[in-house]
């Protein structure tokens, strides 16, 4: 291949504004999910900038905190259902923990949205199989409560879910309105204790269970790569056809437009690229590890 | 057939003497820019401020090769007798380190305050076809991707440019297999090439030719472009070495797993010199950096490379957890997925990497390692 | 965060007192420093006797006799975060040295009196005795990273500090490389960065007092060096200084004084 040559159009206008500028926003709630884990509800500061946030199932922001610096952090409510823009956040790393302390009515920083959303419109007519691992729900929970508000558009919605213990589940309070609305539900623990007597055993595995016409299916998958990796090929053996597996990733996201170089996987930048991918983009570069 | 005093013709040759190169500078000075040409210091030719011709790096020369370089002598005056060396413009448009803004606490959170400090308008003078390459292949990542950085761009907009035709290639040089030299072709205002008692101009802009106003040129003899051409072909044919870049992207896409990269990595140091050194590469870190009082903080931009592991690390962990993976990184960005991003190669053949590189691991030869070892098991029918 | 102001003590054990030195050198910064913290104890600044516990323990020097064991045991016990400062307390240091020859052969020649002599058989880093929350590499210690940490921890994160070749920071400095432009034998590709890049920007190459950076290759430096026509007794004398103890430099300087 040579390389193909692109015409460089005039210098862009000058003066835009610097895209690693963070707005402040006011923590609204703080809702505690599991052991290290909860959700922030964010409102930007300024009113109309807030009214005019728009954003897709599926996108992050970077959340920053004076001092320390950004983290980019899926977004975890549903567009248009509720004032302020939730963030499920595990304090792991240098900037969440500080997040651990902040307080409703703190302000942080955001900026955003970023990245790409999960493809809702492909879903339409239909089965959906979400499957989830750990605080990979978090991106998928805006998609599960979209789709159950439009329901007859979709035909099967099975949401297969896992965490190491049963007090990792995520937002176990919302699951019984969940199925009630129609989705099917099966829930899995690698280690189970004693108030667990359901399902142990690795998500992927509970693929096995659960019967779909792959001609008339689309997945999507969002948790710990190795799990990825694992229901991807299942999936693929199970006769789905790469182009209806969509799968969410996380890499090293500084920029979050595609500058920074830290997120690349092959050709592509996960910040604007992705983080949602189709598994025919992107599985070639996937499947070697530590690529 | 003098012609000095007017202003000369865009798009034509002029034979200037080559200590007029002196009155350029000084009218660039004059004119506001900041003229940034080699220059001799720390053993090398590098890339710094010039004001006067005598700061030039006249009469010396570079040996190159794989992990080594050496300044020396040469039996003429020649001005730009040498290579590329150890700095590239990249300095100067995309700075190691920059304060991109800072952050007051205020009662009710935080206010951004950008930083206004003016930006120089540079002129860069001997820059080479393989570094103008670089720049253009910059300008695809800063100003012509999803986001304009305001920062390159202020640095990049006005700049002046003198290019010079390599007279001498350094035995790490393969430009010509990039197809990006020794001869400039476009990008610059004026662009030189040296004769023994003269240079050959090429004016290629308005601000160029007004550059010349006044200046004792001459027009160009068929026989001087006939001597500038020879400069360039010779340039060309001395060039020692090549990488084959037939079909590169897939070849290394193909081969992600091949034991070349075992054997690599048993070399590489991860010291990331090769990405510093090259005039493309364009990762950076953002990092916050706040005062003891905790309320102001700066955020600052700086220089970064795929082979620093904190460049893939996650509160999970790392990615490219080892040196193996950094390096395949690194190869695979430039030659391949480079061109899937910018639709060019980000490798100009410039050799800094190779030269540059502490245990002289060399971009060529692990291409090549990879290309015969993948074209014989083809051969042999073997996956 | 807690309104109370954080309580740290600065420990000495076998060393050379220049990482406190170092803290006692951030003179300005330490006026507003300590307005935020509380320096509770710090024999090098204030007389007070030790007692109480610790939010933060700067612990400089090697473990090397057995009351200093015993010492280390106490001040983790007392602390919540323990930051070690310099190569004595990472890796043991200079005194080190004679981790490579057998315990009583130095006492022997240097005093006259050598059964008055009672120390460990030998000179080890803190964390062969104790968890370590943190360890600021150097000999000495870089100031600013010091500092950088601290407020780090008052803003209530997680202190990082880079661990990266010292090369990366070298080039950001736009200084040339002593090893490519004149054969020096300079150890940053393999020494992990921190001290400023000193030795660079004078001319002279790193003789890592920082120690290994992450994932070091020494074997591939070493071979370059060996190439440049270095002898075997002087890549030994480089990887066995400040950091003898880091297991990659010492293996590779075991192999370069076998030879």
Known sequence: ?291 | MPMSGGVPPIGQAVVLNKTDLGAIIEQLWQAGYTVIGPTIAQGAIVFDEVHRLDQLPIGWTDEQEGGTYRLKRRDDKAYFGYAVGPHSWKKYLFPPRLSLFSLQKTQDGFHVQQNQEPVPRYAFLGIRSCDLHAIEIQDRTFLYGPHVDSHYQARREGVFIIAVNCSKAAPTCFCTSMQTGPKVERGFDLALTELSESFVVEVATPRGADLLTGLPYREATGEDLGAAARVVRDTASSMKRHMDTYDLPELLYNNLEHPRWDDVAKRCLSCTNCTMVCPTCFCHCIEEVPDLDGQRAERIRLWDSCFNPAHSYMAGGMIRSDIRARYRQWLTHKLASWIDQYGVSGCVGCGRCITWCPVAIDITEEVAAIRSDADKRTKEGSP | ?259
């Open chain 3, 1 to 259: 965060m807690t309104t109370r102001k954080p309580r740290i003590g600065v420990f000495k054990f076998a060393s050379c007192d220049g990482c406190q030195l170092t803290v006692l050198d951030c003179e300005d910064e330490l006026l507003d420093l300590a307005e935020r913290v509380d320096i509770a104890y710090f024999l090098e600044a204030i007389r007070r006797p030790l007692e109480g516990e610790f939010d933060i323990a700067l612990v400089e020097g090697s473990v090397y006799t057995p009351e200093q064991e015993e010492y280390i045991r106490d001040i983790r016990q007392r602390s919540r975060f323990l930051i070690t400062l310099g190569a004595c307390a990472a890796q043991g240091g200079i005194q080190a040295l004679r981790n490579f020859t057998p315990p009583d052969e130095y006492p022997r020649v240097v005093y006259a009196l050598p059964q008055y002599i009672e120390s460990l058989a030998k000179s080890r880093p803190a964390s062969d005795y104790v968890p370590v929350d943190l360890a600021l590499q150097g000999c000495p210690i870089n100031k600013q990273q010091l500092l950088r940490v601290l407020v780090q921890m008052l803003l209530g994160s997680k202190p990082r500090v880079p661990n990266h070749a010292l090369c990366l920071d070298c080039k950001r400095q736009n200084i040339v490389c002593v090893l490519v432009a004149q054969g020096k034998p300079c150890m940053g590709p393999i020494t992990t960065t921190g001290c400023g890049v000193l030795c660079p920007s004078y001319d002279r190459p790193c003789y890592s007092c920082f120690g290994p950076a992450y994932q070091p290759n020494p074997s591939s430096l070493t071979r370059r060096f060996a190439h440049l026509g270095f002898a075997p007794h002087e890549i030994q004398r480089l990887l066995h200084g400040y950091y003898s103890q880091a297991p990659e430099f010492r293996e590779e300087g075991q192999r370069y004084a076998r030879s």
């Open chain 1, 1 to 291: 291949m040579t390389p193909q040559e692109v015409r460089l159009q005039p210098f862009p206008p000058a003066g835009l504004p610097d895209p690693y500028c963070p707005e402040p926003a006011v923590i609204r709630s703080i809702e505690t999910e599991t052991p290290g884990v909860a959700t922030f509800r964010l409102e930007l500061q300024n009113a109309s900038r807030q009214r005019m946030y728009r954003y897709q199932p599926g996108q992050f922001n970077m959340l920053f905190i004076f001092g320390v610096g950004e983290v980019p952090i899926s977004i975890s409510s549903t567009p248009g259902e509720q004032a302020g823009i939730d963030h499920t956040v595990r304090f792991v790393g240098t900037v969440t923990r500080v997040m651990e302390r902040l307080r409703p009515g703190d302000v942080l920083g955001l900026r955003g949205p970023y990245g790409t959303g999960w493809p809702l419109e492909q879903a339409r007519g239909q089965d959906v199989l979400i499957v989830a691992g750990g605080l990979g729900l978090a991106p998928l929970r805006p998609v599960i409560q979209t789709l159950l508000a439009r329901r007859s558009q979709y035909r099967r919605l099975l949401l297969l879910y896992g965490s190491r213990q049963p007090m990792d589940l995520l937002y176990q309070r919302e699951y019984a309105g969940w199925v009630q609305q129609g989705l099917e539900l099966m829930v899995t623990v690698d280690r189970a204790d004693q108030s667990w007597n359901g399902r142990v055993g690795v998500v992927p595995a509970l693929l096995s269970r659960v019967s779909f016409d792959p001609t008339q299916t689309i997945a999507f998958t969002c948790g710990p790569e190795v799990m990825i990796r694992f229901t991807v090929y299942e999936l693929l053996a199970r006769r789905l056809s790469p182009e209806r597996i969509y799968l969410s990733i996380e890499r090293n996201m500084q920029c979050g437009v595609g500058l920074c170089g830290r997120c690349q996987l092959g050709p592509y930048f996960v910040c604007k690229d992705g983080p949602v991918f189709a598994f025919n983009r992107i599985g070639r570069f996937i499947r070697p590890e530590h690529f």
